[in-house]
């Protein structure tokens, strides 16, 4: 058993989630990100790999005072639990993830985490290990089920998202697409990692809504 796993993201019109330098960009606007926020609201936990976390440093909170209190009057906490997906254990002590607003935080390692680094990261987060070389995301998405997560939103990176594509793991995809141009052929995409190929073939989904949302499109796939 596993959560629902529903992954949204903010691209450009030619299909960029940043810039080449990896840095962070307004894609959407105030209408999207109210979406998001309740979204986040809505779900038991948010993920992103360890990629997002160092070039951005989220929090990963409900922004909503209003969404942050409907979550509380569930008697849930006014976040979602906060999972780092961080194979070698590089996410900073000092990451914003680790210490803006109240809430469970799950940093989920592989056996190649160095141990002292895991044991500072057990000061201030859950640690859980899964997989060897790499995080198995099967593994951790069936371990966060036993913790009671039962819907899981994911907001990147590329990387991440890929794996999850390559098994199988994601039953909704959000795409909101921007009406900017960022270009360069090596800027992050919503979906990295070494790619499918025609032999291997490709995860295919099934277009449930499109809606208009200020000058973008926000299209809503299911698997």
Do not use: C
């Not at 590089?90 to 210490?99: G, Y």
């Amino acid at each position: 058993m596993r959560p629902r796993v529903i992954v949204n993201v903010a691209m450009s019109a030619d299909g960029k989630i940043s810039t080449v330098e990896r840095r962070q960009v307004k894609i959407s606007g105030p209408e999207d990100f109210a979406r998001v926020d309740a979204l986040k609201a809505e779900s038991d936990a948010i993920m992103v790999g360890i990629g997002t976390v160092l070039a951005d440093d989220p929090s990963l909170t409900v922004k909503s005072e209003t969404n942050r209190h409907a979550r509380t009057a569930r008697q849930k906490p006014e976040n979602p639990v906060r999972v780092i997906v961080d194979s070698k254990g590089r996410i900073p002590l000092t990451a914003a993830v680790l210490h803006k607003g109240e809430g469970l935080r799950i940093v989920a390692v592989s056996g190649t985490a160095p141990r002292d680094k895991v044991n500072e990261l057990e000061k201030v987060s859950t640690v859980i290990v899964a997989g060897e070389e790499n995080v198995d995301l099967v593994s951790l998405l069936g371990q966060l089920y036993t913790m009671g997560i039962r819907q899981l939103m994911v907001e990147g990176g590329g990387t991440l998202i890929a794996g999850l594509f390559a098994q199988g793991l994601v039953d909704e995809f959000y795409t909101f697409i921007g009406n900017s141009i960022i270009s360069g052929k090596d800027a992050p995409t919503p979906a990295d990692g070494p790619g499918f190929s025609v032999a291997r073939g490709f995860p295919r989904l099934v277009l449930a809504g499109a809606t208009q949302i200020g000058d973008g499109v926000l299209l809503h796939w299911k698997a």
